[in-house]
């Protein structure tokens, strides 16, 4: 995780960036270890705020206990007060930091409105594009693990999933039999919905 956060930390300060608003649920979860989906656009689980030598997943009081138990590394899990944008502008105003990176394609207007508000004009904003969301794009080796044992997983519950398949096999039992065969392997559940399709 630490790796992680130093490679963002380089693209801050490349950026000329001195805190950085990670919204985006995948690059909160890679950076922090937080796996929870937002609810929608408008309702984050939480908001990691990562600055030079400090970072901290911002959570609601209902989640916090969860993302307490899953950050790793050097991230501390905090309460984000309500409500939380106008908060997390005044966190980073306390902090000092001047510019601040935001991932503008995963904050609503509304919250960066609110983000802006806490801020009281004393920092502004760096749209960091899509370069947190390339720091995922290179895989270290626990995920190249993670994924070969996801590969094996696979290609053993498609076999034992389909051994004995019989034409009246509707697709929908094939699904159920290849997501039943994931998890008997060790799976938590597919990646996203089983499609099978025949015709």
Avoid: C, Q
Wanted: glycine share 8%; aromatic share 4%; charged share 30%.
């Amino acid at each position: 995780m630490s790796d992680r956060l130093s490679r963002l930390r380089a693209v801050m300060a490349d950026r000329g960036v001195d805190a950085a608003i990670v919204s985006h649920p995948a690059n909160r979860a890679y950076l922090s270890g937080f796996f929870a989906d937002d609810h929608g656009p408008d309702e984050p689980t939480a908001m990691l705020l990562v600055e030079p030598r400090r970072a901290r997943l911002l959570a609601s009081v209902v989640n916090l206990p969860w993302a307490a138990a899953s950050v790793r590394g050097d991230v501390e899990a905090v309460d984000w007060g309500i409500p939380w944008p106008l908060r997390l502008g005044e966190t980073i105003k306390e902090s000092g930091a001047r510019r601040v990176g935001i991932e503008e394609n995963a904050l609503t207007v509304g919250a960066l409105d609110a983000i802006l508000e806490g801020l009281e004009g004393a920092a502004e904003i760096e749209r960091l594009g899509t370069a947190v969301d390339r720091l995922r794009a290179v895989k270290d080796a626990d995920e190249l693990a993670v994924m070969e044992e996801a590969i094996r997983i696979t290609d053993e519950a498609f076999v034992a999933a389909t051994k004995g398949l019989a034409a009246d096999t509707t697709e929908r039992e094939l699904a159920d039999r290849l997501d039943r065969a994931m998890r008997d392997r060790g799976a938590s559940g597919p990646a996203f919905d089983t499609i099978v399709a025949a015709g």
